[in-house]
């Protein structure tokens, strides 16, 4: 049985939209299999934040079920850690500190911590080291670059180790080398932990790297047009951006984009 | 860069001591009656002569500015906890509030003082009136302000509205509240003058007022000063306490 399904799914984020027929994200059906990664590309503005939304339970469909681990999701979704483009941590805590805020808040970690403190520090500081940040745990997150504030918001999404891990453009702000080098700090922790991963990107290239299935989106309405199963051999290494057969699939799923831009011009509503 | 540091550092002290010798010469120079202008020297005379009754003075204006502030500390974070997080009440009080707010509190004293009489009421009321409005307003700025991701990566795990409150909201809004506080304070002292000096039967605002009614303008101005010191150094109480309880937000500044 999938991991994650979503069947028919259709979203109207309030009920005036829902009544002009105005959704968000339409007929948008997919089935995840336990630990596989898959991304989410499209265009700006195509609903992929909303199906993150979908996914952690923070907004319910308008039509149609989301299953995820045989449960039909009715409300947030706790087995679920998010990172996204911001890093979004607190600056009066330092790095370590952060990564422990999920441990404060949910079950049953929440009820333990006065007691586990320590050990939940030690967890929070092995996941830290695991991603190269040992040495930086207690310094606060404005005294980290970029890269590092984001390393350090995925151990924040991973520490209460989540089933499924959502990502919202997660490496948008990062300049080239440094996204391709969290690119593999993230397919290092995903092939250690085999947690599913649901990322979204507009980055052809992080995708098709980093899924094992790639969704393309279109826009206005967001629908799911293509699903491409990614069959590079993994571990994959970044050498493989640079082999004939990525460049194909970047390249195919590019004209997939392509497509969808020139009817979205002119299909009328 | 050694001399620069030095310079910055006794700045304050440097202009403070320019704007005495200036005032002394022109006072001096121009032949200025101390009754329309006096100089700094007269003004220390008087600080001198009237020690026994100014720090009386002083210590009365203090403490009834304390008690203002502090009641507009306890009311203002309230009342900024509850429209910084829920929209109804934000909607509902703002309206209210700023035309409170725009009220004259001149006006407002000699309604105290048939409410409460001569004495005390008054004047711990103004400093509170005139000070929470501040407060409120950046108490609720702060937790109004909240990243929508990170509510959303808190709400998944179960956070409650509270939890957000407490771990995120608290925290983030303290340097606006800091801020605010150090606005508030140097309007407490305001609020309790102005109502010493309308009905006021002690404090500095009401031997301003007897000095001034006598002509003595040396006295008067050495209370003005003193109400001008008092402010300024609980102004810098208030940023003694910001800088080291919300470093974290003057990152900026941490280099220099």
Redo the contacts between chains.
Sequence with gaps: MAFVDFDKVWLAYNDELLAQGQFAVEDISLKVNEGEFIAIVGPSGCGKSTFM?LA???RRPSKGTVVIDGKEVTG???I?G???Q?P?L???RTTVQNVM??L????PYRSQYKAKKKEFEAKARALLQSVGLAGYEDK?P?QLSGGMQQRASIC??LV?EPKMLLL?EPFGALDAFTREELWCALRDLHAAQKFNVILVTHDLRESVFLADTVYCMSKSPGRFVVKREIDLPRPRDLEVTYTPKFTDIVHELRGHIGAMRKTGVVVPQ | MVVSKNVERWSPLIVLAATLLLWQAIVAGFGIPDFIFPSPWQIGEQFIEFKGPLLEAAWKTFWVTMLGFALSIVVGVLLGFLIGSSRLAYTALYPLMVAFNAVPKAAVVPILVVWFGIGLGPGILTAFLISFFPITVNIATGLATL?P??E????????KRW?VLI??GL??S?PYFYGSLKIAITLAFVGTVLAEMTAGDSGIGYLMQSAGSQQRMPLAFAGLVTIGAMAMAMYELFSWIEKRT?G??H?GSQNH
């Design positions: 939304k952690t339970g923070l947030p979704l706790k679920t998010m990172a996204f911001a979004s607190l600056p009066w805020l999920p404060e808040i949910v079950e606060f404005w924040r999404a209460h919202d | 990243e991701e990170l959303d990566v808190l709400r998944v795990l179960g956070a939890d771990k995120v925290p983030r303290m919300t974290w937000a990152r």
